[in-house]
Each structure stands twice: as structure tokens, then as C-alpha cells.
T-cell receptor, first 110, second 115 residues
Framework: LAKTTQPISMDSYEGQEVNITCSHNNIATNDYITWYQQFPSQGPRFIIQGYKTKVTNEVASLFIPADRKSSTLSLPRVSLSDTAVYYCLVGRNQGGKLIFGQGTELSVKP | GAVVSQHPSRVICKSGTSVKIECRSLDFQATTMFWYRQFPKKSLMLMATSNEGSKATYEQGVEKDKFLINHASLTLSTLTVTSAHPEDSSFYIC???????????FGEGSRLTVL
């Protein structure tokens, strides 16, 4: 399973765009990249998933370069409620288990 | 979206007793469910993969006799912490995919406190 590396913590202010980069140098051909958000004492919540290039949904964008050895989660105009831990996971979609890395603790300040 | 539900959300028990946590997929069938545990300020640690109709696959270092997993139907997996001790106190989270693969859905988590 590909190991992921993320910054341990990030600070931001309301209204700013936040980019969190994850390194996954040994990603396999069949692996997808998935980002989850977790609030204290809650289960992780799916944010976005991608395989290559760029994916965008109503809450975030995911940028994946051609070599797929890293990915960047982009959160536009964050608010206080975006304060959470963000996890980047790499793995197969069909039945594959997902191993969590350390995650990035994002703190959004007023 | 699909929902995974855990019960109970909180449980307090005495040392030496056993505690069962249920994980249900409410609107989809899951042949595979995963159990994680999480200590305060730490990441989720995968404990085991629960397979419907067969034995669970445990991660290295996880005691299978301590953490009993049963996946008797396509919508229910249970984790039983046997002879619980204070060091078993943790946040236990289950997750599941529907049979078509794709997004992994997580339960709300169950906080176990062993006195």
C-alpha cells in the first residue's frame, strides 16, 4: 500500500483558499487518491476522489500531476467550520483497504 | 449518499467485561467492512477487514481473540471487545463500501471507555 506524507498542521483565515499537498511516491497503477475530512469524535467524511489531472466538486478541487506522485486538495474560501483534520489516502477502489496517514490538522481563524 | 451507522455511539464498561459494537450499512449491501480504532489526537489505525460469510482478516499486531469480528450479513458487522481493559478505551470506527466499489463510507464512531 502506498504511504502518504502530509504536513502535520496548517493555519488559515476565513475566506482564504487552502491547499494541502500530499506525497505518495509509490502509488500503484490501480490506486485512486481520496481525501477525507474528520471532525473530533466523528467518523471521517468523504471530500473528493481522483485518479489523474483535476477533479472538482461542490466543496473542493483535487489536482493530480501527470506522475501521480503527489496530489493537492484545494479548499476555496474556507470558513471556521472547515477546521478539521484532512486525510489523504491512496488505494484501490474495488475491495481495497485504506490505510490512514497522519493527516493535516487545519485551523481556520477569524 | 450511503449511510453507515454504528451502535452504540458511547459505551462505558467495567474492566473484564465484553462489549459489542454494531456497524450497519443502511441503504447498501457491503461484502467488506473495515474496523479502525483511533486514540486521541492520533490517526485512524486499521484493525481488521471484515468479510461477509468468512473470517475477518486482522492487521499485524491486532489480537484476533481480543477483538472478535463477525460479519453475518451483507448489512451488519460486529466488533466485540472481549475482557476489556482500560487500555482498550478508544474510538472505534467502521467503514464499508457497497458491492460496486468506489467511495468508502464511515460510521459515526463508537467511543469505548473501560473503567
Amino acid at each position: 500500500l502506498a504511504k502518504t506524507t502530509q504536513p502535520i498542521s496548517m493555519d488559515s483565515y476565513e475566506g482564504q483558499e487552502v491547499n494541502i499537498t500530499c506525497s505518495h511516491n509509490n502509488i500503484a497503477t490501480n490506486d485512486y487518491i481520496t481525501w477525507y475530512q474528520q471532525f473530533p469524535s466523528q467518523g471521517p467524511r468523504f471530500i473528493i476522489q481522483g485518479y489523474k489531472t483535476k477533479v472538482t466538486n461542490e466543496v473542493a478541487s483535487l489536482f493530480i500531476p501527470a506522475d501521480r506522485k503527489s496530489s493537492t486538495l484545494s479548499l476555496p474560501r474556507v470558513s471556521l467550520s472547515d477546521t478539521a483534520v484532512y486525510y489523504c489516502l491512496v488505494g484501490r477502489n474495488q475491495g481495497g483497504k485504506l490505510i490512514f496517514g497522519q493527516g493535516t490538522e487545519l485551523s481556520v481563524k477569524p | 449518499g450511503a449511510v453507515v451507522s454504528q451502535h452504540p455511539s458511547r459505551v462505558i464498561c467495567k474492566s473484564g467485561t465484553s462489549v459489542k459494537i454494531e456497524c450497519r450499512s443502511l441503504d447498501f449491501q457491503a461484502t467488506t467492512m473495515f474496523w479502525y480504532r483511533q486514540f486521541p489526537k492520533k490517526s485512524l489505525m486499521l484493525m481488521a477487514t471484515s468479510n461477509e460469510g468468512s473470517k475477518a482478516t486482522y492487521e499485524q499486531g491486532v489480537e484476533k481473540d481480543k477483538f472478535l469480528i463477525n460479519h453475518a450479513s451483507l448489512t451488519l458487522s460486529t466488533l466485540t471487545v472481549t475482557s476489556a481493559h482500560p487500555e482498550d478505551s478508544s474510538f472505534y470506527i467502521c467503514s464499508a463500501r457497497d458491492q460496486g466499489g468506489g467511495e468508502l463510507f464511515f460510521g459515526e464512531g463508537s467511543r469505548l471507555t473501560v473503567l
